[in-house]
């Protein structure tokens, strides 16, 4: 079985609830989510990167994807776009895996 760790740059598999949150909060406090083209107003959470934040409710266009120009993108060596619509960090790096056939 796969682990998430295999995906997961951000490393939630071995943090505690507390650590999660904490590392979540950081995540929805440094996104650039609200400045981005696709984004609907109202639309919450947000940090669609971060596992288990699931996708947007509200957003049902993909506009100009601006993740790569986000910092939480360079720090934590992110590697898809569009989050909000697509799903997580995790999410699409797995199913790119299962289309490989791995």
């Known amino acids: 079985m796969v682990k998430i760790s295999e995906f997961d740059s951000f490393g939630v598999e071995d943090l505690s609830r507390e650590e999660y949150l904490k590392k979540q909060g950081y995540i929805i406090k440094n996104c650039k989510c609200p400045k981005c083209p696709t984004f609907v107003a109202g639309d919450n959470p947000i ?38 619509t697509r799903c997580s960090q995790v999410c699409q790096a797995h199913k790119a895996e299962v289309a490989a056939g791995w």
């Open 47 to 84: 940090g669609y990167c971060f596992p288990l934040v699931g996708t947007s409710q509200k957003i049902h266009l993909e506009k100009d994807c601006i993740c790569e120009t986000c910092p939480i993108y360079k720090e934590y060596e992110l590697t898809h776009t569009f989050y909000c």
